[in-house]
């Protein structure tokens, strides 16, 4: 469940390696949430265009096509991170010590694995795309404006790459976990109890008020 989940940190060189990687992910996730707000100020745009003078955005189609990959993948990454992926924390809950650390490191591992296929595929797909030989790079192009679409085609392959990285990160500490059976390991989210997450979300809100 979304919002449940805390992750520690330490002085650990795991740790040190997590918070480095968060902060690429966080940048990553802001371009997406820019992207969001690129399209409302595009669609202000355009449909005053058409109200007011009768001339719409050129191309209105052809930059939601170009912004929807930043839009869909750039914040995976950071959302893994904090736990925020639908799961079955109902289940996962009731896990504890190296029942539940096993049940995570086979799960991320089995979501690494579907990555990892995927981002071969999606490389390959931005490949037949691209071409340096050819106008703007590229083989092929919207159909309005002509815009190129390798750009956006390559976005997915390099938010699965982050997502890889961070899959890899959680791997090893749910491993290391495992076989120290710590009791509250680092750089992986946990499923925070009832009051644990109240604690978080008041102090989100209170945050937010200042």
Not at 10 to 29: H, K, T
Not at 107 to 132: E, K, Y
Not at 171 to 190: C, S
Request: glycine share 8%; hydrophobic share 55%; net charge neutral.
């Amino acid at each position: 469940m979304a919002g449940s989940s805390l992750v520690l940190s330490d002085d650990s060189l795991l740790s040190r390696v997590d918070q480095r990687l968060y902060r690429l992910e966080g940048v990553l996730a802001l371009l997406s949430g820019l992207a969001v707000f690129s399209l409302m100020l595009l669609a202000v745009v355009s449909v005053g265009g058409r109200n007011l003078l009768n001339q719409p955005l050129p191309g209105y189609v052809d930059w939601i096509e170009q912004a929807m990959p930043l839009i869909a993948f750039m914040g995976i990454s950071y959302t893994q991170r904090d736990g925020g992926h639908i799961r079955m924390d109902m289940i996962v809950g009731k896990l504890r010590g190296r029942t539940l650390y096993l049940v995570e490191f086979i799960t991320t591992l089995a979501i690494l694995i579907l990555m990892a296929l995927l981002v071969w595929g999606s490389w390959a797909h931005f490949a037949r795309s691209f071409d340096f030989g050819a106008p703007l790079w590229s083989r092929d192009s919207s159909m309005d404006i002509a815009l190129p679409i390798w750009p956006a085609k390559l976005l997915a392959p390099v938010a699965f790459g982050v997502l890889c990285l961070r899959l890899v990160l959680q791997l090893i500490a749910y491993g290391r976990a495992f076989r120290d059976n710590e009791p509250r390991p680092v750089a992986v989210p946990l499923v925070a109890d009832a009051a644990t997450q109240a604690a978080m979300e008041a102090e989100h809100v209170s945050a937010h008020d200042k």
